[in-house]
């Protein structure tokens, strides 16, 4: 660790002139990369390393562009030579997860989650214009193939886990057939691609950012706004998700400038929270079965819950039976039981 701080420290002398007074080591999250938080005279920028530099220039690129444009994401500052190391704007400690949690569902809340949406809707419009998808870390664009990896990632790393039966061809055609579905969207703008409570940080101004869009691509904007809205730890109630919901609608509307068919955005972005939902659930599934690691095996009861109240309420517009079959399997009690002794 001690090489990283050296490196990071010798990063933003090169960028200030003068050494930082103090360097923080801030806590990891879900990746491998490694945050620090360096104090100068003038206030404090964050300091990132990731081995990953596919994943860096992704970042940074996608962030030089959006800053170009007024959008609300962090400044860069200086990258390292190797392309390991970079130096951001700092824009505090606090999500709006965090407000969520402490403050509980108030108005304060939900205003700053109509103006994420807002926000949202800007940065998938705005920023889409003249980029590069080449730039992008995995595929250009979240088309058929990109839908079926994350069916086939909840598939391999969730429901085959459980070893229960299934009719595995039929449930590949299902597949098929909603992702076939799923490809036919009327809009295809800056897919943010991870749009959830912790990726927005509120400032005091009350003005909200984005971080974490490195693995954006092109594709629906209803698969950000489904990511939102049905964080399993953010777990809105109905009546929010609806609301914000619309808010996000009129929002998208007043940014391309014209009107939407609201009933066909609405069944498609119901599409796009199920496959939203299997990819967290693949997520958890990687992390907390094959990984062993403590927080993800924690969230899976959660975003099986989840994934039992959309299905309940929500209809998808398409007809896909073994999938049905195989869903209702994974939300049962058993199952959710299974995994919900590991929070103690």
Same mark, same amino acid.
């Given at each position: 660790?001690?090489?990283?701080?050296?490196?990071?420290?010798?990063?933003?002398k090169?960028?200030?002139?003068?050494?930082?007074?103090?360097?923080?080591?801030?806590?990891?999250?879900?990746?491998?990369?490694?945050?620090?938080?360096?104090?100068?005279?003038?206030?404090?920028?964050?300091?990132?390393?990731?081995?990953?530099?596919?994943?860096?220039?992704?970042?940074?690129?996608?962030?030089?562009?959006?800053?170009?444009?007024?959008l609300?994401?962090?400044?860069?500052?200086?990258?390292?030579?190797?392309?390991?190391?970079?130096?951001q704007?700092?824009?505090?400690?606090?999500?709006?997860?965090?407000?969520?949690?402490?403050?509980?569902?108030?108005?304060?809340?939900?205003?700053?989650?109509?103006?994420?949406l807002?926000a949202?809707?800007?940065?998938?419009?705005?920023?889409d214009?003249?980029?590069?998808?080449?730039?992008?870390?995995?595929?250009?664009?979240?088309?058929?193939?990109?839908?079926?990896?994350?069916?086939?990632?909840?598939?391999?790393?969730?429901?085959?886990?459980?070893r229960?039966p299934?009719?595995?061809?039929?449930l590949?055609?299902?597949?098929?057939?909603?992702?076939?579905?799923?490809?036919?969207?009327?809009?295809?703008?800056?897919? $943010?691609?991870?749009? %959830? !409570?912790?990726? &927005?940080? #509120?400032? @005091?101004?009350?003005? *909200?950012?984005?971080?974490?869009y490195q693995?954006?691509m092109?594709?629906?904007?209803?698969?950000d706004?489904?990511?939102?809205?049905?964080?399993?730890?953010?777990?809105?109630?109905?009546d929010w998700?609806?609301?914000?919901?619309?808010?996000?609608?009129?929002?998208?509307?007043?940014?391309?400038?014209?009107?939407?068919?609201?009933?066909?955005?609405?069944?498609?972005?119901?599409?796009?929270?199920?496959?939203?939902?299997?990819?967290?659930?693949?997520?958890?599934?990687?992390?907390?079965?094959?990984?062993?690691?403590?927080?993800?095996?924690?969230?899976?009861?959660?975003?099986?819950?989840?994934?039992?109240? $959309?299905?309940?309420? %929500? !209809?998808?517009? &398409?007809? #896909?039976? @073994?999938?049905?079959? *195989?869903?209702?399997?994974?939300?049962?009690d058993?199952?959710?039981?299974?995994?919900?002794?590991?929070?103690?």
């Amino acid at each position: 660790m001690q090489h990283l701080v050296e490196s990071v420290t010798s990063l933003y002398k090169q960028w200030k002139g003068t050494e930082p007074i103090s360097v923080d080591l801030l806590p990891q999250s879900g990746s491998e990369r490694r945050y620090f938080r360096l104090h100068g005279k003038e206030g404090s920028v964050i300091g990132t390393y990731g081995a990953n530099i596919k994943e860096n220039d992704s970042f940074i690129y996608f962030s030089k562009s959006f800053k170009e444009k007024n959008l609300s994401v962090p400044e860069i500052f200086i990258v390292s030579e190797d392309g390991m190391f970079y130096l951001q704007e700092d824009l505090g400690n606090v999500s709006l997860l965090n407000h969520l949690e402490s403050k509980g569902l108030t108005d304060e809340v939900y205003d700053l989650f109509k103006k994420s949406l807002e926000a949202l809707a800007r940065l998938q419009v705005k920023g889409d214009d003249g980029l590069d998808y080449s730039q992008c870390l995995t595929n250009a664009e979240f088309g058929k193939q990109a839908i079926m990896a994350d069916l086939l990632y909840f598939k391999y790393y969730f429901l085959d886990a459980l070893r229960k039966p299934y009719d595995k061809q039929k449930l590949i055609d299902d597949f098929e057939a909603l992702s076939n579905y799923l490809t036919h969207t009327e809009y295809k703008y800056f897919m $943010f691609r991870d749009f %959830q !409570s912790r990726n &927005i940080m #509120v400032k @005091e101004d009350n003005s *909200v950012h984005f971080i974490d869009y490195q693995g954006g691509m092109k594709g629906a904007p209803q698969y950000d706004a489904a990511s939102m809205l049905w964080q399993a730890r953010a777990n809105l109630p109905d009546d929010w998700k609806n609301d914000l919901l619309e808010d996000y609608m009129s929002s998208f509307e007043t940014i391309i400038g014209q009107s939407i068919d609201k009933a066909i955005f609405r069944s498609q972005y119901n599409g796009y929270v199920l496959i939203r939902l299997l990819q967290v659930l693949g997520a958890y599934g990687f992390r907390g079965l094959f990984e062993r690691k403590a927080q993800f095996l924690t969230s899976i009861p959660l975003a099986l819950r989840n994934l039992r109240e $959309f299905f309940q309420n %929500q !209809s998808l517009g &398409i007809a #896909v039976p @073994e999938f049905r079959k *195989v869903l209702d399997m994974c939300v049962a009690d058993e199952i959710i039981e299974q995994f919900t002794p590991t929070q103690a």
